[in-house]
């Protein structure tokens, strides 16, 4: 007789003793294998799956019409004890298509067996990873338009107040604070539209791929892919079972959402230094020490949270970057990195919608922020307007913005005569251009800062965001 070494641990009932393997398992290998403690998000889908794929299999012949029912009738039992909350994970339900596979067969018997013919847990989990991420990212895309509906209520409901626009963070041109909230709302509408480029290539159907070379039973993977609401089939069975390049661009699209909110995060914590703005006691916190503190945590949060994305989406890259074809556990990492995303694209969102909903403006504070020398470029414009070309009114301006400083005077108390000493082209007329409403309202070309023009920026997003 020859002898084994034992190994303790149970491979559960799908992969026991007595095919391939003598033994079972090493615990310690057992819990670093499972992925039952995360996929199980997947079960619904997982369940979706399985449904589909006993039908197909009737339908080309490998079970009866009767065990497909039955089939069918014991995987809705499965769904009932997962969605009330009584589905029971047992050691050796090493992830959630086996621990739906084993709890079937302990409903219809040896039928349960039958199931598989023809699939692996290759194109199993691809299905049931494509099915969710295509939920998520349309669930995401209705909470982007909750986002954006509010951002341009709010944007609309606060047209008329006015705050200086910055570049490199010094004071540059007037604008309205509607113009610098539609800015940010502007990229997630970009955001959203490359999420609905996205859910195309992530919506097609690996089932009826088999492990890697295909279905030996002719399985129709249209059918399958109807039955699934996938817009069509993979092209070729290899790439189909280690394809994650959805859940890559996943990660990428959502880095990129969340560097913008982070960007809207930044000017808001500027602005509320600045007591421009104030952000409700809902997402701000206290400090332990100092009575007087108001943190606005939720913007910190938000702007923390790029950065922790981008290293998801590198994070699985790199682990993708070597791999061979075709499917290889390695492949099991996807997981957590896309649930994370997907919860915190979704978290992110919800608070961003509520900063927005609940901030209350101080219009005279955003008013101080704003300086006469804004108007420089304006004063520009005003001799631009009699002829003069633009890099001679640019250099007659800096002039008269010079004059200013050496004086120690406001630009906007310069007497006509002495911008005339700097140029004679001015006239009466010239003290008009002190007026900041009059400055945002000359930029009315489309995306301009009047009112018109910011007023058809928020119509437009309103808009798209009905239809997400």
């Not at 992830?95 to 023809?118: C, F, Q």
Request: charged letters at 25%; proline letters at 3%; one cysteine or more.
């Amino acid at each position: 007789m020859s002898s084994t070494t034992e190994v303790t641990g149970a491979r559960g009932g799908l992969f026991g003793a007595g095919g391939r393997f003598k033994g079972g398992t090493d615990p310690i290998m057992e819990k670093f294998n499972e992925s039952i403690s995360f996929d199980k998000r997947m079960w619904d889908q997982d369940i979706r799956g399985s449904i589909a794929y006993a039908k197909a299999i009737a339908k080309v012949g490998i079970i009866t019409a009767e065990e497909s029912n039955i089939l069918v009738d014991g995987l809705g039992k499965v769904r009932e004890e997962w969605a009330n909350g009584t589905f029971e994970i047992k050691a050796g339900d090493e992830d959630i298509h086996t621990a739906n596979e084993r709890r079937l067969t302990e409903l219809v018997g040896p039928v349960g067996g039958k199931l598989h013919t023809g699939r692996s847990r290759n194109d199993q989990v691809a299905t049931d990873t494509r099915l969710w991420t295509v939920e998520a990212e349309r669930n995401i895309l209705k909470d982007i338009g909750t986002f954006l509906t509010v951002g341009a209520e709010f944007a609309a409901a606060h047209i008329d107040t006015l705050t200086s626009g910055y570049t490199h963070l010094q004071p540059a041109q007037p604008i309205r604070f509607s113009h610098w909230l539609m800015s940010h709302l502007a990229a997630v509408v970009r955001d959203a539209q490359r999420l609905q480029e996205m859910i195309p290539r992530a919506n097609m159907c690996p089932l009826g791929s088999g492990a890697l070379a295909g279905n030996a039973f002719g399985v129709d993977r249209e059918f399958l892919a109807k039955e699934l609401g996938f817009d069509g089939v993979t092209s070729n069975s290899l790439d189909a079972t280690c394809d994650r390049d959805f859940v890559v661009e996943f990660l990428m699209w959502s880095a990129l959402l969340l560097t913008h909110m982070s960007q809207m995060a930044e000017d808001l914590i500027i602005t509320n230094l600045q007591r421009g703005v104030t952000i409700d006691d809902a997402y701000a916190t206290g400090s332990s020490l100092m009575p007087q503190k108001k943190n606005p945590d939720a913007l910190e949060l938000l702007r923390g949270k790029a950065g922790i994305a981008l290293g998801r989406a590198f994070g699985l890259t790199a682990t993708l970057k070597g791999l061979p074809r075709a499917y290889n556990k390695d492949l099991q990492e996807d997981k957590i990195p896309l649930f994370e995303a997907v919860d915190t694209v979704k978290d992110c969102l919800a608070i961003a919608t509520g900063v927005i909903a609940t901030l209350k403006l101080n219009p005279q504070n955003l008013m101080k922020s704003l300086c006469p020398e804004m108007l420089a470029t304006d004063l520009a414009d005003y001799l631009v307007r009699k002829g003069v070309p633009f890099r001679e009114t640019h250099h007659i301006s800096g002039a008269c913005v010079r004059l200013a400083e050496e004086r120690n005077v406001s630009i906007d108390t310069l007497t006509l005569e002495q911008l005339q000493e700097i140029d004679a082209r001015f006239e009466e007329d010239v003290m008009k251009v002190w007026d900041y409403e009059a400055s945002v309202e000359r930029k009315s070309s489309i995306g301009g800062t009047s009112k018109a023009s910011v007023q058809k920026q928020i119509d437009d997003c309103l808009a798209f965001a009905k239809t997400l």
